[in-house]
C-alpha cells in the first residue's frame, strides 16, 4: 500500500437529499494532522460534508478516500478513527462518566479506565470529582458540549471533525473547547476539520480555510461569497443584483450558465471611505466593522465587517488598520467593481 | 352496604390466612401473565425495534395491522387459541388446552402487540442525533441496536407494564382457554366471575383486593417511568 500524506481525499462526490443536490465537489484533499477551518451560511452543506467525512452517511456518487483507500461500504474501524462533535451534543442517558468511557467501553479498550476519563475531563476543563457522575440532565448546554468533547478526545481519533462546537456554549466553555481542540492536534497529530461561524477563530488556528455554498467548495478561503436569492435584471443587458437586508444593492454580473453562486476574492475588495471613486467600482457598500483580531500566521489584522445580513472578513496590514481608525464600530465602505465578481 | 362491609371482612380473613384455594389462583394468575410477559418481551422488542428503526416496504401496513390487534378482544383470542389448542385443532396433539401453558399462549398473543407497537414508536421516537452519535463514537451495528434500545429503555418499559396491566386483568382468554379449573387453571380473574356467580361475594372480593393491588402496583411503576 502506498503512503499518503493526505488524510482524506474526495472524488467527485455529490449527496443528494431527494432530488435536491446539496454537496458537489469536485476534487478535496485535507492533508494528515492539518486544520481545515469550513465556512458558509446555513444551509450551505457544512454539516452534510462533516458527515460524509465521519463516513455517517455514505455519499450519493464519488468516492472518499480515507488514508489513500476508498472507503464504502464504511466499516467500524474506518468509523472509529474519525470521530464528530456536533452542534447540538448528544449526550446518552447515563451518567457523565459513562459517557466518557462509551468509545472505549465498546472498543472493549478499558485499561486505566478512570484515569483516562479523568484526564479527558480535565482537558476540558471538568474536575472528575464534581462531574464524573453527575448525571446527563445535570449539565448545562455548555458542560454538556465539553463533555461531549472529551468523549471524543479520549479516543485519541485520527481526524477530529467538529460541527459548529461553539456556537451555543458559553464564552468560558468556547474558549476551553477550542483549546481542547488544538491540544488534539499539538499532542496526537488529529487531523481537524472545523466549521464555525466564528471566523476570526478559524482563520487564526486553521493552515486552510474552505468555503462552501450551496455544497460547492470554494477552496481557498480568501473568496467570499455573495449569498443568493440574486435578483435577475428586468432588462437586457443590465446587471443582476443581490439586495441586502439593510436596503443596499450589491451589482453583480451578468450570470452564466448552470452557476449559482456568486464570490469575489477578499484582494479585489477595498477598505475605503466614502469619498473615494473610481471608473472601476461600481459597487460601494457601506458596513460596520464588528470585530477585530490580530492572526498568528501573518500578524494582520482581520476585521469582521456586517454588511446587511452579510458579514465579511477582510485582511489588513496592521500599521494600514491603524491609519484608517479601524476600530469595532467603525463605519467603512467596501469597495469592489461588479466585474471581479465571479459566478461558480 | 353491610354485605359489601362484611365481604371486605371476610376477604382480609382470607388473606390472612393464606386460603389454599385464594392462593392458588393468585399464584396460578402470576405464573401464566409471568410467562406470557417473558414470552411477548422476546419477541416483541426484536421486532417493534425492526419495525421503528428500519424503513422497508409494507411497513405502515404492518403498522396498521399491529394497531389494530392492539383492540383485539380477549375473547377472540380465546378462541383462536382454543382453536388451535383444542384435540381437533393444528397443536391438539400437545394437550395444552385447560392448561396454563395454554393460557398462556393466548396472553402471549393479547401481549405481543402492545409491546410491538410501543416499543416501534418509541424507537421511531429516538432523537435523530443519537445514531449520528453512536456512529461518530465508532459502534457497530450491534451496538447501535443495544445502545438505542437502552437510552428508550423506560418507554419501552412503560409498554411492558401496559402489556403486564392488560394480560393480568384479561378474563376471555383464562375462562375459554383455561376452563376455570380449581386448584389447576384458575386465574385471579376466573375466579372472581366464578365466586360473584355462586353468591360467594367474600371470595370474590378477596380475589378482586389482590387484582387491585397488582395493578395499582403496576401502575405506580408506569407512573415513575413515565417521569423518567
Redesign the interface.
Known amino acids: 500500500m502506498t503512503r499518503t500524506s493526505f488524510a482524506y481525499r474526495l472524488d467527485q462526490v455529490t449527496h443528494f437529499f431527494g432530488d435536491k443536490k446539496v454537496i458537489d465537489i469536485k476534487h478535496l484533499e485535507i492533508p494528515k494532522g492539518s486544520i481545515t477551518g469550513l465556512m458558509g451560511p446555513n444551509g450551505s452543506g457544512k454539516t452534510t460534508l462533516l ?1 460524509l467525512l ?3 452517511i455514505p455519499p450519493s456518487s464519488g468516492c472518499i478516500f480515507f488514508n489513500g483507500r476508498p472507503e464504502y461500504p464504511f466499516s ?1 474501524k474506518i ?2 478513527k ?5 452542534q ?1 451534543p ?1 449526550l ?2 447515563r451518567s457523565v462518566f459513562d459517557n466518557i468511557a ?2 472505549l467501553k ?2 472493549q479498550d478499558i485499561k486505566d479506565l478512570k484515569q483516562r476519563v479523568c484526564r479527558a475531563l480535565d482537558s476540558v476543563g471538568l474536575t472528575f470529582d464534581q462531574f464524573a457522575f453527575r448525571q446527563w440532565h445535570e449539565l448545562s448546554g455548555g458542560e454538556a458540549q465539553r463533555v ?1 468533547l472529551a ?2 478526545l479520549i ?1 485519541k481519533p485520527e481526524v477530529l ?1 467538529l460541527d459548529e462546537p461553539v456556537a451555543s456554549v458559553d464564552t468560558r466553555s468556547a474558549a476551553l473547547i477550542r483549546t481542547a481542540s488544538l491540544a488534539a492536534r499539538r499532542d496526537w497529530g488529529t487531523t481537524l476539520v472545523i466549521a464555525s461561524h466564528d471566523l476570526a477563530w478559524l482563520f487564526d488556528c486553521s493552515d486552510t480555510q474552505i468555503s462552501i455554498s450551496s455544497g460547492t467548495l470554494f477552496a481557498t478561503g480568501r473568496e467570499i461569497i455573495i449569498p443568493g436569492p440574486y435578483i435577475p435584471p428586468e432588462h437586457p443587458g443590465q446587471a443582476w443584483t443581490k439586495q441586502l437586508e439593510d436596503g443596499q444593492t450589491i451589482l453583480l454580473p451578468a450570470r452564466s450558465g448552470a452557476a449559482k453562486t456568486a464570490v469575489i476574492r477578499q484582494e479585489n475588495i477595498c477598505l475605503g471611505t466614502t469619498g473615494e471613486t473610481s471608473h472601476e467600482i461600481d459597487n460601494r457598500i457601506k458596513g460596520q466593522v464588528q470585530s477585530m483580531h490580530l492572526t498568528g500566521q501573518n500578524r494582520q489584522i482581520m476585521a469582521t465587517i456586517a454588511m446587511g445580513e452579510m458579514s465579511v472578513m477582510l485582511g489588513t496590514a496592521t500599521d494600514q488598520a491603524a491609519a484608517m481608525g479601524l476600530q469595532p464600530g467603525t463605519q467603512i465602505t467596501l469597495l469592489f467593481c461588479s466585474c471581479n465578481i465571479i459566478w461558480r | 352496604m353491610e354485605f359489601i362491609t362484611q365481604g371486605f371482612v371476610k376477604a382480609v380473613f382470607l388473606l390472612i390466612h393464606l386460603d389454599p384455594a385464594t392462593f392458588s389462583a393468585i399464584s396460578a394468575t402470576l405464573k401464566v401473565s409471568t410467562i406470557a410477559m417473558a414470552l411477548s418481551l422476546a419477541a416483541g422488542l426484536p421486532a417493534g425495534f425492526a419495525l421503528g428503526y428500519f424503513n422497508f416496504p409494507g411497513k405502515r401496513h404492518i403498522k396498521t395491522l399491529v394497531d389494530t390487534l392492539l383492540a383485539l378482544p380477549t375473547v377472540s383470542v380465546g378462541l383462536i387459541i382454543y382453536a388451535v389448542i383444542s384435540s381437533q385443532g393444528p397443536l391438539g396433539d400437545l394437550n395444552l388446552l385447560f392448561t396454563l401453558t395454554g393460557i398462556a399462549m393466548g396472553q402471549t398473543l393479547l401481549a405481543l402487540p402492545i409491546v410491538i407497537a410501543i416499543t416501534a414508536a418509541t424507537v421511531e421516537n429516538i432523537d435523530s442525533d443519537l445514531k449520528l452519535t453512536l456512529v461518530s463514537l465508532g459502534a457497530a451495528r450491534h451496538h447501535i441496536l443495544r445502545t438505542c434500545l437502552w437510552e428508550v429503555r423506560y418507554g419501552i418499559l412503560a409498554g411492558a407494564v401496559t402489556a403486564y396491566g392488560r394480560v393480568l386483568t384479561e378474563v376471555g382468554i383464562s375462562m375459554m382457554v383455561g376452563g376455570n379449573i380449581k386448584y389447576h387453571t384458575r386465574t385471579i380473574t376466573t375466579a372472581i366471575a366464578l365466586e360473584t356467580n355462586k353468591g360467594m361475594f367474600a371470595d370474590g372480593m378477596a380475589l378482586g383486593m389482590v387484582l387491585i393491588a397488582i395493578a395499582f402496583c403496576v401502575n405506580i411503576c408506569l407512573s415513575f417511568l413515565r417521569k423518567q
Do not use: E, M, N
Open positions: 458527515k465521519a463516513f455517517a467500524p468509523r472509529s474519525v470521530t464528530l462533535v456536533t447540538k448528544y446518552l442517558k462509551y468509545g465498546i472498543r461531549a468523549a471524543r479516543l471533525l
